[in-house]
């Protein structure tokens, strides 16, 4: 399935990838958090809004 693959350490927790995905697939906890994989359509919505370029990529795995 797709995911966004999301480095923790460069997460500031801004919360814009959690309000962007159409999907809602990701979640702020500590930082932003895959909570619902199942849901992501790979569309890169949240690559492009993360202000700190902490989603890397969409994994297909
Ligand atoms: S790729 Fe699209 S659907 Fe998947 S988590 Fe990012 S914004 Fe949501
Ligand atoms: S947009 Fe980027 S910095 Fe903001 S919560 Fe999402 S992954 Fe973290």
Redesign the pocket.
């Known amino acids: 399935m797709a995911h966004p693959v999301?480095e923790a350490d460069?997460?500031?927790?801004?919360?814009?990838?959690?309000d962007d995905c159409p999907q809602g697939v990701?979640e702020?906890q500590d930082?932003?958090t895959v909570t619902d994989e199942d849901s992501c359509i790979a569309c890169g919505v949240?690559v492009e809004?993360?202000?700190?370029g902490?989603?890397t990529e969409i994994a297909e795995d």
Do not use: M, T
């Not at 460069?10 to 959690?18: D, F, L, N, S, T």
């Open positions: 999301i460069e997460c500031i927790a801004c919360g814009v990838c959690v990701l702020l930082v932003a949240c809004s993360c202000p700190a902490a989603i």
